[in-house]
Every structure is written in C-alpha cells, then in structure tokens.
C-alpha cells in the first residue's frame, strides 16, 4: 500500500478490517469499506517461483518510495478535462511512470515487473476500478469488518 504521510510500505490485511489509520495515532478504527481481493487469470502461469521472487524484490525495492499525494489532484483535472469538448485527445494520454506512488500504481508496477499490462482508461492514471474492469482479473474476496 501507499499512504500518505509514509509512502510505500506493507501492511497486514488485517489491519484493514480492525485498526485502519494511516497515522501513529490509531484509534482502532476499521477502513470504511469493503476490501476487495482481485489475481489476474494468469497468476498461475506467471507465478513461477523465480517470477515471484523478482515480484517480491520489485514490490520490497519500492517500500519507502513516497505517496504521490499531487497525484490525486491530477487525477481530478485529468477526469473533468477529458470531459471538456476541445480536448478530443483527452483520453489519449500515456501512464507517465514515476517514483511517487498511489496504492493502484504501486500494484501496476508489480505487475509490470513481470510483462504483465494493465489496461487503463487513457487519461494518465491507473485506479483501482481499472483493475477491476480488466477481464484479465476475477474477484476472489471481499472483507469486511464483521458488524
């Protein structure tokens, strides 16, 4: 995950569901929401134990790497410009690559580490929904904190 103030970092999944606070000061609160648990149809044919060992070294070389917290406001223009009728090449735009991270771009590298592409939406960024819309991924879990 990538969070701000800490950048990349990991974090136990079951965290998320009894103590999600993305600052020192925890107050034992759940993310408000359901986690959903996607792996890509071909997982099994690229999970060999030497592509999941440079995943990993990929994946562990990151942690640090900081949160891109611009990049949730250029996200926002990237969305309402390409709404605008005098940009037709709006959704032309190439994921520009960096080492400031959101949490989906931080996966889109993982797995870019491999050969493996994500489609996304041609607007500059990779989100979560695209992930999800990628026929090449199929739902595998949601959790959510028991009420």
Not at 11 to 21: A, I, M, T, W
Not at 90 to 113: G, N, Q, T
Request: proline residues 7%.
């Amino acid at each position: 995950m990538s969070v701000e103030p800490l950048g990349v970092r990991t974090v136990p999944l079951s965290k998320y569901l009894s103590d999600y606070d993305t600052d020192y000061d925890s107050e034992g609160n759940p993310y408000p929401g359901g986690l959903a648990i996607l792996r890509h149809k071909g997982f099994q044919e690229i999970a060999s134990q030497d592509n999941l060992k440079k995943l990993g070294q990929f994946a562990v070389q990151l942690f640090g790497y900081p949160y891109d917290k611009d990049e949730i406001a250029k996200i926002a223009a990237r969305i309402a410009v390409s709404h605008l009728p005098f940009t037709p090449d709006a959704k032309k735009r190439i994921l520009k690559r960096d080492r400031e991270f959101i949490c989906s771009e931080y996966v889109w590298e993982s797995y870019h580490s491999l050969g493996v592409d994500i489609p996304h939406d041609g607007r500059g960024f990779i989100s979560p929904a695209n992930f999800a819309q990628d026929p090449d991924f199929q739902l595998k879990y949601v959790l959510q904190e028991k009420n």
